[in-house]
């Protein structure tokens, strides 16, 4: 079980949108939910096969198809929640078409981002190597100089100059502590609670950032709310699960405003 919690966690939203079309398009031939799952498994990939064959099982024990996929706890709560309208609705063909068109809009917007961020990582990886050609090398050249012709050089020159010796004779060092570091703080980033919400506030106050933060959040937001409004979920469900999709402590916590006023009997817009 543990096995299979770690594999699911790998899959990603490309394997999951044509997961999704494949059992829509099956449904809508009417084939038989346990029969759907076998073909599945048989053409699907170790990890997927993997899930597909708990949730067939639980199915054969006469489980729903809800509850099936929820015990593999595998599944996030949005996905759970369309699964449940379909079945009880009868429509998990068309539940599932939407979904498929919700994952693959995801993996899009992914890809983008990924694109938006690799100039950005290249010009800073390019300034990195430039420096440190620049104090390997050339600062060397002009210690000589200083030195060959008896010169005390300036303040700057002299900081300058040091850096690049400390470079050159500990480099050793150095690398050791950069391998040390970038996985523990990578860790931290990941498991602390204090550290992620920094960097969540953060990504709302730096000018470029914060707008394609925004925008992002927007978009998945808006994306998830409309699937499952449109599905049957009650608006005040439906906000709830698209504000934990957008996994997001500081804007989940904003939006629980917005779905305790609507509780309260207030308009969805006020």
């Known amino acids: 079980h543990h096995h299979l919690k770690h594999c699911v966690k790998k899959i990603k939203d490309k394997e999951i949108r044509i997961l999704c079309r494949q059992m829509g398009i099956l449904l809508e031939s009417a084939c038989e939910i346990t029969k759907m799952i076998d073909i ?161 506030n953060l990504k709302f106050k730096i000018p470029i950032i914060k707008n394609i933060s925004q925008l992002i959040i927007t978009t998945r937001f808006c994306r998830a709310l409309s699937i499952l409004v449109e599905s049957g979920i009650q608006i005040v469900d439906s906000i709830e699960i698209s504000a934990k999709i957008i996994d997001d402590k500081l804007t989940y916590e904003k939006l629980s405003i917005s779905k305790e006023h609507i509780q309260r009997g207030n308009n969805i817009s006020d």
């Open 40 to 200: 599945l498994i048989n053409q699907s990939n170790r990890k997927i096969s993997n899930v597909l064959s708990q949730t067939s099982n639980h199915i054969k024990r006469g489980n729903s198809i809800t509850k099936s996929f929820q015990k593999s706890e595998l599944f996030s709560t949005f996905f759970i929640s369309m699964i449940n309208t379909g079945e009880v609705s009868g429509n998990l063909d068309k539940v599932m078409y939407n979904l498929a068109d919700y994952y693959d809009k995801e993996y899009k917007l992914k890809s983008k981002i990924k694109t938006l961020l690799i100039y950005p990582i290249i010009l800073i990886l390019l300034s990195v190597v430039s420096m440190i050609i620049i104090m390997v090398v050339v600062i060397p050249n002009f210690e000589m100089i200083f030195i060959s012709n008896g010169i005390n050089p300036p303040l700057l020159t002299r900081i300058l100059i040091n850096v690049s010796t400390f470079i050159r004779t500990k480099y050793v060092y150095i690398i050791i502590a950069i391998l040390i570091t970038i996985p523990i703080s990578i860790h931290c980033i990941k498991n602390s609670t204090k550290i992620t919400l920094i960097k969540n």
